[in-house]
T-cell receptor, first 114, second 114 residues
Framework: NAGVTQTPKFQVLKTGQSMTLQCAQDMNHEYMSWYRQDPGMGLRLIHYSVGAGITDQGEVPNGYNVSRSTTEDFPLRLLSAAPSQTSVYFC?????????????FGAGSRLTVL | GNSVTQMEGPVTLSEEAFLTINCTYTATGYPSLFWYVQYPGEGLQLLLKATKADDKGSNKGFEATYRKETTSFHLEKGSVQVSDSAVYFCATTGRGTGFQKLVFGTGTRLLVSP
C-alpha cells in the first residue's frame, strides 16, 4: 500500500513560471487536502476536496489552483510562481465519517522560487 | 476559530530523560486534539489523539491527556530514545464527520543525544 504519493520531491522555479505538484492516494479516501509548511508557522491549509469534482479554498488559497477529476488524484497548480511560495508542500487524505480528522500525509514537495 | 499554542524548541535531551512538550488550545465547542510527528525527510504522521475531555491518547510510549479545565494537551514520554528525534505538532479540529480543517501549532523540534 503506497499511501499518499507526492511528486516531485524537490523543484526550483523562476518567478513567473508555472508548475503542478502531483498527489495521488490509493486508499480510496474521499477527502484530500494541500498544506504548506513554513518555518515558525506550522502547517496552513491551501485547498481541499471532499470528493471528485468538489473543491474548496482553505486558509491561504491565493496563487494556487486545484481540481479533483478522480478520487485518487488531487494536483496543486501554481499559476505564476512568486518567491513567497517558497515552501514545503504536503498533500493529505482522510476517510469520510468518523475518520475524517485523521490525516495521512505524503512525504512532501520542497519548492524554491527564485 | 480554533487555535493551538505549543512550546518553542528545540528541546534537547539526553537518552532516557523525561519529555514534556506543552500544548494549549483555544476552541469553541468540543474539539478533538492530536499530536502529529514528523521524522526527518518525511511527512507528518499521527502519533496519538483524544476526542473528549479526560481522554488519554497513547502510542509508542508517548501519552497526552485532554484537560478541559486547563485547555491543555501536553505530550509526555517517560524515557526518550535517539529515534524519537523529530518535530512534534499539536493540532485541533472539530468533532463532526464532515471535512475537518485541522489547525496546527508551529511545531516543537526534539533532539535526543546518546
Amino acid at each position: 500500500n503506497a499511501g499518499v504519493t507526492q511528486t516531485p520531491k524537490f523543484q526550483v522555479l523562476k518567478t513567473g513560471q508555472s508548475m503542478t505538484l502531483q498527489c495521488a492516494q490509493d486508499m480510496n479516501h474521499e477527502y484530500m487536502s494541500w498544506y504548506r509548511q513554513d518555518p515558525g508557522m506550522g502547517l496552513r491549509l491551501i485547498h481541499y476536496s471532499v470528493g471528485a469534482g468538489i473543491t474548496d479554498q482553505g486558509e491561504v488559497p491565493n496563487g494556487y489552483n486545484v481540481s479533483r477529476s478522480t478520487t485518487e488524484d488531487f494536483p496543486l497548480r501554481l499559476l505564476s510562481a512568486a518567491p513567497s511560495q517558497t515552501s514545503v508542500y504536503f498533500c493529505a487524505s482522510s476517510l469520510r465519517g468518523p475518520g475524517a480528522n485523521v490525516l495521512t500525509f505524503g512525504a512532501g514537495s520542497r519548492l524554491t522560487v527564485l | 476559530g480554533n487555535s493551538v499554542t505549543q512550546m518553542e524548541g528545540p528541546v534537547t535531551l539526553s537518552e532516557e530523560a523525561f519529555l514534556t512538550i506543552n500544548c494549549t488550545y483555544t476552541a469553541t465547542g468540543y474539539p478533538s486534539l492530536f499530536w502529529y510527528v514528523q521524522y526527518p525527510g518525511e511527512g507528518l504522521q499521527l502519533l496519538l489523539k483524544a476526542t473528549k475531555a479526560d481522554d488519554k491518547g497513547s502510542n509508542k510510549g508517548f501519552e497526552a491527556t485532554y484537560r478541559k479545565e486547563t485547555t491543555s494537551f501536553h505530550l509526555e514520554k517517560g524515557s526518550v530514545q535517539v529515534s524519537d528525534s523529530a518535530v512534534y505538532f499539536c493540532a485541533t479540529t472539530g468533532r463532526g464527520t464532515g471535512f475537518q480543517k485541522l489547525v496546527f501549532g508551529t511545531g516543537t523540534r526534539l533532539l535526543v543525544s546518546p
